[in-house]
């Protein structure tokens, strides 16, 4: 059992970056494949990224790629999503996964509850 706690969300001006965490319990963190996944309102949630056990594999949603890093510190059992240049359009709420990965949702074991990003224009 993993459980997951995003923070670092909040309101940013367009263009802006912030930096989402996931702590995760447990001590086989390490043994799971890490996802973070969004949803706006009124949408479906989407993929957003991944980064595999060891982070020998990251995945990006074309949408996000070049702008956002996924990266993972085992030793904290945490993994950080850095998102830069941030649009209005990354508004939604944010959340982490773990599971075997890396961008279908029904992979994906444990979620968080989920952190909102805001981005004003």
């Known amino acids: 059992q993993v459980q997951l706690v995003e923070s670092g969300g909040g309101l940013v001006q367009a263009g802006g970056s912030l930096r989402l965490s996931c702590a995760g319990s447990?001590?086989?963190?390490?043994?799971?494949?890490m996802g973070w996944f969004r949803q706006a309102p009124g949408k479906e949630r989407e993929f957003v990224s991944a980064?595999?056990?060891?982070?020998?594999?990251?995945y990006y949603a074309a949408s996000v790629k070049a702008r956002f890093t996924i990266s993972r510190d085992n030793a904290k059992n945490t993994v950080y999503l850095q998102m830069n240049s941030l649009k209005p359009e990354d508004t939604a709420v944010y959340y982490c996964?773990?599971?075997?990965?890396?961008?279908?949702?029904?992979?994906?074991?444990?979620w968080g509850q989920g952190t909102q990003v805001t981005v004003s224009s």
């Open positions: 980064i595999m056990r060891s982070s020998s594999s990251t």
């Open positions: 447990g001590r086989t963190f390490s043994s799971y494949a």
């Open positions: 996964a773990a599971g075997g990965g890396p961008t279908r949702q029904r992979e994906y074991d444990y």
